[in-house]
């Protein structure tokens, strides 16, 4: 009953509010995902926190020393993290067994639409974000909050996401982990239950500095690393990729396909499982978005969109090309990351089960940190306790990722996939309610860059209306 109503939620209701928020916000940022793509790209080259732009000593005027805040690279890196996860294997399988091909380009599409919602909502954490202690803090329960005044929906988002995000979603990926390592080395779930534990722990303890230093080694490791062998693989099978394309584009709109009912199918596969991946509109990368030092709220969330490019367009795309060149994705038995094992078994062998092992354990393992934060950034919304934040350490970085080591899951998926739904509506009424600031902020970011200023600065000062909430802005 549970998977029959969360299977309707997503496949009726938040799918269409989804795209048609993605659509709204292209159409009122001017298409900013694709005018400033270049921008997006210089920087994250260019990314680093907003003392290092402006001054390299690490002392101020009065000796004191400089708080160390994250940077704009940092903070992708660890919603990339969690967007960057088990999904990018296991889900694109099951769009190409489910709906074809075809599933492929509505994956594209929705990322090219999404990725101007996950500017909206990652500049409007960025513009509410709150300064702690030894660094930024926001997401959608600071934004809600502070825009919308409303406190109930506020920690109604709090408490879901760290529900969602930092304990079901965590012993999921913990589960996964574990199901890959037995599979390709024969290790026991307790033996590896308890190591990650141990290494999550570790992890988590050290607190969004060292959450995000392990990040940023650990993402562009995988993604590059999966890219790579993506790429060994085509230029492998080099004289059949014009027929991939071929086959993806007369899956999404052949004749044969409309007449069968198959296009619907690849649509609303491929457009569940992009959103699925990419998490645009559904408020977790926002947390983590809040957390970069930047002089403008645009620049955070123009390099928030490219994470939607990166995860869909590259790492979901691997594992789609993979599939479809090894030529299994027909075969009925296979699904989900069974298939993606196979398919990578079949075009570089043996080791290929390995290898899904080692990228599984390097995206899952990445995910439970990126989720733990969005949890920490939360509770934080909800109270400055030590002893619930230590319980809440413990419980998402070690109980949850053992019992997710020993358990069968199930239910916890579709719980956690069932408040995820209520989460996103809640913040797709939020952006919706605040974009107009952001259309504001995109026009002011716009100018500054014509007016050749590299750097664009924001002032609180040129949003009278709202100065009094931007904390973070003096």
Request: net charge neutral; proline share 3%; charged share 15%.
């Amino acid at each position: 009953m549970l998977a029959q109503i969360n299977d309707f939620i997503w496949s009726y209701i938040l799918i269409a509010l989804l795209i048609a928020c993605g659509l709204w916000f292209t159409w009122k940022t001017k298409f900013i995902q694709f005018r400033m793509f270049g921008e997006m790209i210089r920087l994250l080259k260019d990314s680093g926190s907003r003392n290092s732009e402006t001054d390299d000593d690490d002392t101020l005027p009065s000796g004191k020393p400089k708080k160390k805040h994250i940077t704009s690279f940092q903070a992708f890196a660890v919603s990339l993290a969690t967007r960057v996860g088990t999904g990018n294997m296991a889900g694109v399988a099951t769009a190409i067994a489910i709906g074809g091909p075809g599933a492929c380009f509505w994956m594209w599409v929705i990322a090219l639409i999404g990725s101007a919602t996950a500017f909206v909502e990652s500049t409007l954490a960025q513009l509410y974000k709150r300064p702690e202690k030894d660094s930024f803090v926001g997401g959608p329960a600071y934004y809600i909050f502070k825009g919308i005044h409303s406190k109930q929906m506020a920690w109604l988002f709090a408490v879901l996401i760290t529900l969602t995000f930092g304990l079901s979603y965590n012993s999921i990926q913990s589960n996964t982990i574990c199901d890959a390592m037995s599979h390709a080395f024969g290790w026991n779930h307790v033996v590896v239950g308890v190591i990650l534990a141990f290494m999550a722990l570790l992890i988590v303890f050290g607190g969004i500095h060292r959450i995000a230093k392990v990040s940023s080694i650990l993402v562009p490791v995988m993604a590059v690393g999966y890219l790579l062998l993506a790429l060994f693989i085509v230029f492998s099978n080099i004289s059949i990729f014009p027929d991939v394309f071929k086959l993806i584009v007369e899956n999404a709109f052949g004749w044969n396909q409309a007449a069968g009912g198959a296009i619907g199918a690849a649509m609303m596969n491929g457009i569940k499982r992009g959103l699925f991946s990419n998490e645009a509109g559904e408020g977790s990368a926002p947390n983590v978005a809040a957390t970069a030092d930047v002089s403008h709220p645009v620049k955070q969330g123009l390099i928030q969109a490219l994470g939607v490019f990166t995860d869909t367009l590259v790492v979901c795309s691997c594992t789609a090309f993979i599939i479809l060149v090894s030529g299994l994705y027909n075969t009925h038995d296979l699904n989900g990351i069974n298939l993606t094992q196979a398919a990578l078994q079949s075009e570089v062998g043996s080791a290929g089960p390995v290898f899904v092992a080692i990228a599984i354990f390097l995206f899952a393992f990445s995910s439970i940190i990126g989720n733990y934060y969005y949890g920490e950034a939360n509770i934080r919304f909800m109270t400055s306790s030590r002893w619930v934040m230590t319980i809440y350490r413990i419980s998402s970085a070690g109980v949850v990722v053992l019992f997710g080591a020993l358990a069968s899951l199930d239910t916890v998926w579709t719980l956690g996939d069932i408040c995820m739904a209520v989460l996103t509506l809640v913040n797709i009424i939020a952006i919706l309610s605040l974009g107009k600031y952001v259309f504001r902020l995109a026009d002011d970011y716009r100018k500054q860059r014509k007016q050749g200023i590299k750097d664009p600065v924001f002032k609180k000062e040129s949003m009278p209306d709202i100065q009094h909430e931007l904390e973070a802005w003096e």
